[in-house]
């Protein structure tokens, strides 16, 4: 069983929904990060939550540190958000474990 | 500020052959992490330095795989001799002291295809 689940594996929406990817761990982690990665290959950093929710632009990250649960929503989702958003989560240890990803296709 | 570059950006060589790949962190990052990404899949560690020594590199297939960080700054990740199955993207990722403290950063990756 892989460390960090995520859920769902493929999504397609329509321009302007409201897109919500949700993930889960199995360790115990000092932090989880959102990544997104473009066809391209390249990996961005979105987010690194510890506690809480943070935001950026149309982008909200939250964490449930009791439940291991995170969720990144998209509001008013647009085509160039179609991407592969990856959880990844340090353990106490150091270590870096990475979720599969969710494919986001966003039709116009 | 300049991100993690790594080259080349795109490689085919065949089975048995060798390939290096080059990787350039942020400025004054200690740490240095390369991933290997198979197709599908999410990113697997290979070896991860601090400042030029080794702190991880239990999943590295040592057989064929080297990694070096000589003086703390570039990487290099080499493959000798290549196999079909060592077809991926190559991710380099550096962060200022690990990722339990501070964002990792990633580079465009090398796109490795072994014929």
């Known amino acids: 069983k892989n460390e960090v689940e995520q859920s769902p594996q493929n999504l397609t929406a329509q321009e302007g929904e409201f897109i919500t990817i949700n993930c889960s761990y199995s360790v115990g982690i000092s932090a989880l990060h959102w990544l997104q990665q473009h066809p391209g290959g390249g990996i961005v950093s979105l987010f690194m939550?510890?506690?809480g929710k943070k935001k950026h632009g149309r982008l909200i990250a939250t964490i449930n540190i009791q439940e291991k649960h995170s969720s990144l929503h998209i509001t008013a989702s647009h085509p160039r958000d179609s991407a592969v958003y990856i959880c990844?989560?340090?353990?106490?240890?150091?270590?870096?474990?990475f979720g599969t990803g969710t494919s986001l296709t966003v039709i116009p | 500020e300049a991100g993690v570059a790594q080259s080349p950006r795109y490689k085919i060589i065949e089975k048995r052959q060798s390939v290096a790949f080059w990787c350039n962190p942020i400025?004054?990052?200690?740490?240095l992490y390369w991933y290997q990404q198979i197709l599908g899949q999410g990113p697997k560690l290979l070896i991860q330095?601090?400042?030029?020594?080794?702190?991880?590199d239990s999943q590295l297939p040592k057989d064929r795989f080297s990694a070096e960080r000589l003086k703390g700054v570039d990487s290099t990740l080499k493959i000798q001799p290549a196999k079909l199955e060592d077809s991926a993207v190559y991710l380099c990722?550096?962060?200022?002291?690990?990722?339990?403290?501070?964002?990792?950063?990633f580079g465009q990756g090398t796109r490795l295809t072994v014929v």
């Open positions: 330095f601090q400042n030029n020594g080794v702190v991880d």
């Open positions: 990844a989560v340090a353990n106490t240890g150091n270590q870096f474990y």
């Open positions: 939550l510890s506690s």
């Open positions: 990722a550096s962060s200022l002291v690990n990722v339990m403290n501070t964002e990792a950063f």
């Open positions: 400025s004054g990052h200690a740490t």
